[in-house]
């Protein structure tokens, strides 16, 4: 359809641009999170989806017992005073700790006194 534009020439109505409430996508380019029951990301190779299922949580007596541990030693943290805390960290720098693959680094406070108290052995 033609009309006459503000110089008077003739210009099309049908090209002027859509209005954002007009714009609809089929699907959503940054779809990413947790939708129902399936998972959306996206990789170097686009958007991918895989249905969400709950890890399995084994709950052995071993395991039990290392998270007790650990809370434990997580709460006596908490009880100490700056003073105690600073002294385990002064500590913990003379200490070298090593994870999976990576370099030694140095230990922090609660990471020497939980080496002490959830050890092995």
Known sequence: MLAAGP????????????????????EPYTK???CGDM?????????????YHIPANPR???Q????GAFGSVSARWRT???EQRLAWCVAGKSE????????ALAAKG?????AGQCGPG
């Open 96 to 103: 070298k700790s090593r994870g999976a693959a990576g370099p």
């Open 80 to 82: 100490l005073s700056e």
């Open 64 to 67: 039990r017992q290392v998270r």
């Open 60 to 62: 052995t007596a071993a």
């Open 32 to 34: 990413c999170g947790k």
């Open 7 to 26: 110089s008077g020439s003739p210009s099309r109505l049908d090209t002027a641009k859509p209005q954002a409430s007009e714009l609809v996508m089929k």
């Open 39 to 51: 998972v959306w990301q996206r990789n170097r190779y686009g958007p991918i989806s895989y249905p």
């Open 110 to 114: 609660l990471q020497l006194l939980c």
